[in-house]
């Protein structure tokens, strides 16, 4: 792998590699592009089978959230860390507070939040040595966990979608199978249950399912079974990387709008696939950026009031998306990718490269 051809094709400004050989520690920070503001982003922490595979989960999700952050209208800039590591073994105080050492040396540069296997806890310990960290629990200062307002973003997209496809935003009687009961699918159930929805659900954690289900009510069915549920929306709020050569064939809906990041394996290929099928897509960025919005909220102090307005603005920007895609005949990730991409090129008359003060 070239990594400065990657890094020119895709537009990264920096890619750090950090090792600290008293604790092991194996993490690298990128930084895709900073006109907006200071890089903001998640750390991760996976037992990645190579390191070229830590590096381009890095590298695609920094990207990523540089899309976000500009199309949630927030001034920040897009970056990710990821620890290369086992997380139920290579984790210590030293281990931590060693990753916040590396976040303070950028000195905000990069500011980041917690993301796949990395807890508040964890975070409050890498905020010992770093005020950049902001993934950390409620009695600290926190906002908390981002999954109910990230839920309530998705539903507020749901009618979106449900205005642009059907001519009316109320989701009444529509039939919708939700793949993922964690952090965003179980507070979404409370939204859709509001809505009157008719939901099928399905979760790889079985025990979770039959506890929802006895609250929810919804019917039940196995995890590879939901991609097969006739319904109008299917709701991916689990993994990334689902739809895919084998599983959009096998979909029954007119609408794929979840929170899971990600969600198209191939961006064009299978944004392809499912436009072809008469599918909806609501860009992923899109729909779920309410836990950034909330965390981003933190730096200036939080106010939820401001984060939920924030988190309202989803339904327009999905609309104007959706419109923008149908008028210039392109699919709606690309239609969003050049929405968020204006607002940078914009900015970036005026200023590039966020340079701490």
């Known amino acids: 792998m070239d990594i400065f051809e990657w890094m020119k094709r ?26 907006l503001g200071q890089a903001f982003g998640g750390t991760r922490m996976v037992n ?88 950390k629990p409620k009695e600290e200062g926190s906002s908390g966990s981002t999954g109910p307002i990230t839920a309530f973003g998705i539903y507020v997209g749901l009618k979106a979608c449900a205005k642009f496809i059907w001519g009316d935003e109320k989701l009444q009687g529509k039939k919708i199978a939700v793949q993922g009961l ?17 939901v099928i659900a399905a979760d790889v954690n079985e025990e979770t399912l039959q506890r929802l289900q006895r609250q929810y009510g919804f019917k039940a ?12 929306i299917f709701c991916p709020c689990a993994m990334g990387g689902i739809l895919n050569d084998q599983t959009v064939p096998r979909l029954k809906c007119k609408l794929v709008a979840g929170s899971a990041n990600n969600q198209l394996e191939d961006e064009e290929r299978h944004g392809r696939m499912l436009h072809e099928r008469g599918i909806l897509y609501a860009p992923d960025y899109i729909i779920n950026a309410g836990g950034v919005i909330q965390v981003i909220d933190e730096i200036q102090g939080f106010n939820p009031e401001r984060v939920r307005m924030k988190t309202e603005k989803i339904f327009h920007r999905l609309l104007d998306i959706f419109e923008k895609a149908k008028k210039e005949k392109i699919l709606p990730l690309e239609a969003a990718n050049r929405y968020a991409g ?13 340079v701490p003060k």
Request: hydrophobic share 40%; aromatic share 8%.
């Open 48 to 135: 990645y089978a190579s390191m070229e595979d830590a590096l381009q989960d890095a590298l695609r999700l920094s990207k990523a959230m540089t899309y976000k952050c500009a199309a949630a209208d927030e001034d920040k800039g897009g970056g990710k860390a990821v620890i290369w590591g086992d997380p139920k073994k290579d984790k210590n105080e030293a281990f931590l507070r060693a990753f916040g050492r590396f976040v303070g040396i950028l000195n905000g540069r990069f500011v980041t939040g917690a993301d796949l296997n990395v807890t508040a806890m964890d975070g409050s310990i890498m905020g010992r040595e770093s005020r950049y960290i902001l993934a």
């Open 342 to 354: 204006a607002r940078i090129d914009e900015i970036h008359k005026l200023r590039r490269i966020h």
């Open 182 to 198: 964690g952090t965003v699918g179980e507070p979404l159930l409370g939204y859709l249950r509001e809505g009157r929805l008719e």
């Open 10 to 35: 895709n537009g990264h400004e920096q890619v750090i590699f950090n090792f600290d050989k008293e604790t092991g520690l194996r993490a690298i920070i990128a930084i895709h592009d900073t006109t």
């Open 221 to 232: 069915v196995k995890p590879d079974a939901i991609y097969e549920v006739a319904c109008d």
